[in-house]
């Protein structure tokens, strides 16, 4: 164990859970393995944006645009807002960390739905924040009604992560605006989109649409899995001026490097043809899904680039089997597994695991 030391840590850090990272596909004789532990986006760089970088390697010696101007006004366009109202930051958990850093003061409370994405409240606990986690559904969707329930006077900020990590499901546009109706007008609802463009179910919301019509509604988003840039870490909010002026303030200077902004740019001018893999995934994820079903598992309708498996207790022997078919998923406690879609024969194995695993 780590050896004492006199100087003087925070205490409130002792409150602070630690990040399980998906781990690394493990390779093993006479099979490829393949990493479905972390919502990566299993295809290479484009050369396009490989050579972007490439060049700006070249000028590491320099610091990056601090105002990350050219990326944040390219987004302005695509997104059809003010470059007033984006900040931008070292993936979008970075980002996060300046929406908690921007509003919460010690005692103040974040609510979000759990189980969720693992990072919130690491986040929360780091500002000396209140983490209030509000149980999903038995269909492991957001109970938003119980969230509208857990907002106190202490409530600074909800977070909505919709598709949800790790279950899948989006929220619905109604009842969302319905929850939005009832949350105060001073706290801020981040709308938490890292896996809008796989999304595909109809009555998804329009989340820039509500940011526009709702001053406390911010969006937040990221360059790591659809883009796949995860590896470069940039992320960005859309929020009202008053407000993204505050997390730019709360941003570390110089957080987005500069291989990150380029290769950010060329990424956002490269979409037509990133999007032609994230349809590829987005039909493998159907065909997962009706295997999945065929074989009579019941898993929640996933809006993202992986499935949820709800075992329970059962949760470490599911990890193992497909740890053992060389595959690396990602076990939640004793809640479930979530498993990344890949490579459609990674795919296969995940099902070929599936349809040998015994059910209750
Ligand atoms: N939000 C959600 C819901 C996520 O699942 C993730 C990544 N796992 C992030 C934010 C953060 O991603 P990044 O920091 O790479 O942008």
């Known amino acids: 164990s780590t050896p004492p030391t006199p100087v003087r840590l925070r205490g409130s850090l002792d409150a602070v ?7 690394p596909a493990a390779p093993q004789a006479g099979v490829t393995a393949y990493k479905m532990s972390s919502n990566e986006n299993p295809y290479p760089p484009l050369p396009s944006v490989l050579d972007v970088v490439r060049e700006q390697a070249a000028q590491m010696n320099r610091y990056p645009d601090m105002g990350v101007t050219a990326l944040t006004a390219a987004l302005a366009e695509r997104l059809d807002v003010p470059a007033a109202r984006i900040s931008t930051g070292p993936g979008s958990v970075g980002v996060l960390g300046q929406i908690i850093t921007a509003l919460c003061d010690a005692g103040d409370e974040v609510v979000f739905a759990w189980r969720s994405f693992e990072a919130y409240p690491i986040l929360v606990a780091l500002a000396g924040a209140t983490a209030v986690r ?7 969707r957001h109970d938003l009604d119980a969230m509208a329930q857990a907002i106190t006077d202490r409530t600074k900020v909800v977070l909505v992560c919709t598709p949800n990590n790790p279950t899948g499901p989006s929220v619905r546009t109604d009842e969302l605006e319905a929850f939005l109706d009832r949350v105060p007008d001073d706290v801020l609802v981040v709308l938490d989109e890292a896996y809008l463009e796989f999304v595909t179910s109809d009555d998804a919301p329009d989340a820039l649409a509500i940011h526009r019509a709702r001053p406390n509604v911010a969006v937040l988003r990221t360059f790591s899995k659809a883009y796949g840039l995860a590896g470069l870490r940039v992320g960005y909010a859309v929020a009202h001026e008053p407000v993204a002026e505050a997390l730019r303030k709360a941003a570390i200077p110089f957080g987005v490097n500069s291989l990150a902004q380029a290769a950010a740019l ?4 490269a979409f037509d043809e990133l999007d032609v893999r994230v349809k590829e995934l987005v039909g493998e994820r159907a065909r997962v899904v009706a295997a999945l079903e065929e074989q009579g598992w019941d898993i ?14 059962r949760t470490a022997e599911l990890a193992a089997a497909c740890q053992a078919a060389g595959l690396t998923v990602r076990p939640y406690g004793t809640d479930g597994v979530r ?13 070929e695991v599936l349809a040998s695993f015994p059910r209750d």
């Open 134 to 140: 509000v149980p999903l559904t038995s269909e492991a």
């Open 17 to 23: 859970p630690a990040y399980v990272a998906g781990k």
């Open 266 to 269: 060329a990424s956002l001018e």
């Open 339 to 351: 498993a990344t879609i890949a490579e459609p024969e990674a795919n296969d194995r995940l099902l």
């Open 300 to 313: 929640p309708d996933s809006d993202a680039n992986f499935v949820w498996f709800g075992v329970g207790e």
